[in-house]
């Protein structure tokens, strides 16, 4: 099937890319906010937000003068040397982190899993100490050899066989389950608070709280992986809040999409008691943290504080939710705050659903084979979301 909403021209189609996504559907030229052009000038509200990364909206006006700044002034020295951004940002997530932590930078979300496994060894003593890492079936924690190893679903392992060891994989949202796997080689359990590219699956209630005690019970670490729901995406500024308690934090926590609003960037922010096995020579990386990437992200914490964005996502994903609801060919509406996924009626293809609404002009995505994403700006305004509403009923009906 091709799947091209309007014609892509020859010159693209012949371009060397290595095959590993579909063919593209749109080729945008330009986006405002909530908003993108394609080179027809055709407008396209944006409800996937390139996967939970522009969080501010497309062209950021201080987003956009900060990087536009930082390149004029300082664009890379590598993390032999300091600068003065990544420290800033450093120190506002340990703030939002409940202070007492350090944190390593990385250029993607693969990369952070990467270091918090990499810590997670360092940690636990390595092959002769306590090594392996327990994540969820159905979880995503990334594309690198590690990190897919850590990602809970066989299908994607299958091509890239042998992965590294030390990986164990158990039913999500089941404690017992967990504990169940646990023996004195495990140093840490690795879960999303909702599984984001696994469906949009929120931990059911109760579950991260589980795995604090045993992790807390049998001295494993406990990382949360909140590339996708962290910084205000869910309604809070990180995931695991809606599930932990209040002053009850992770050990670990790895970011990267909305951090940069498109500039890559990711980092890992540990406990200083476990980011201390660390010694210097053990990771590194050329560009983590470097000036253009964390100016882009010391921007992005200061407007989503000074907005108030994670209390405007949870506003909008009420909205968006109710309006989803009350559509008569979504089954259920799964997900928190501005991630949600519309489970569709049987006999609905959510592939066929997605290009129809690219087709007239909303962008979302097939989480599933029936279930639709939508994860907008956390700055979309209550018009926009009706507007999206509306084309999602004109298609399904
Ligand atoms: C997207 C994602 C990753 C991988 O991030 P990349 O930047 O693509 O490497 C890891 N974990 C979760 C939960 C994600 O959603």
């Not at 608070?193 to 931990?203: F, I, N, Y």
Request: overall charge negative.
């Amino acid at each position: 099937m091709t799947a091209h909403a309007f014609p892509v021209d020859h010159e693209l189609e012949r371009c060397p890319f290595m095959p590993t996504y579909a063919p593209p559907q749109v080729l945008f030229v330009r986006g405002r906010g909530t908003e993108l052009w394609d080179e027809a000038g055709r407008r396209y509200l944006d409800f996937l937000c390139g996967l939970g990364v522009t969080s501010l909206g497309h062209a950021h006006p201080e987003v956009a003068a900060a990087v536009a700044e930082q390149a004029a002034t300082l664009l890379h020295v590598s993390n032999l040397f300091a600068t003065r951004p990544a420290a800033g940002v450093a120190a506002t997530l340990d703030r939002h982190l409940g202070g007492g932590g350090q944190v390593f930078f990385t250029n993607s979300g693969a990369e952070a899993n990467e270091c918090a496994i990499k810590l997670a060894r360092r940690w636990g003593g390595g092959q002769h100490g306590r090594w392996q890492v327990i994540s969820a079936y159905g979880s995503f924690h990334g594309r690198t050899l590690a990190a897919l190893a850590a990602t809970g679903q066989p299908t994607k392992h299958e091509p890239f066989q042998p992965l590294p060891p030390g990986f164990r994989h158990v039913a999500w949202g089941d404690v017992d389950a967990a504990a169940a796997a646990v023996d004195d080689t495990v140093a840490a359990v690795l879960v999303e608070p909702v599984q984001g590219e696994g469906g949009v699956v929120p931990a059911p209630p109760g579950y991260l709280a589980g795995l604090r005690e045993l992790c807390d019970d049998l001295g494993l670490l406990l990382i949360v992986d909140e590339v996708q729901t962290g910084l205000g995406r869910t309604g809070r500024w990180f995931g695991f809040q809606h599930d932990l308690g209040e002053g009850v934090q992770p050990d670990v926590v790895t970011l990267a999409k909305a951090l940069g609003n498109g500039v890559p960037v990711g980092a890992c922010w540990a406990r200083a008691e476990v980011a201390g096995s660390f010694r210097p020579g053990d990771h590194g990386t050329t560009y983590g943290g470097q000036p253009l990437a964390a100016a882009a992200a010391a921007t992005v914490l200061a407007v989503m504080e000074r907005d108030g964005l994670p209390g405007r996502a949870d506003a909008a994903g009420r909205r968006l939710r109710a309006g989803l609801e009350r559509l008569p060919a979504v089954c259920t509406v799964r997900g928190r705050g501005l991630l949600l996924a519309a489970e569709l009626e049987p006999g609905c293809d959510a592939r066929l659903v997605q290009a129809e609404l690219l087709r007239r002009g909303l962008v979302t995505n097939a989480v599933t084979p029936t279930a639709i994403r939508l994860a907008p700006a956390l700055i979309v305004t209550d018009d926009e979301i009706d507007e999206a509403v509306s084309l999602l009923a004109g298609v399904l009906a």
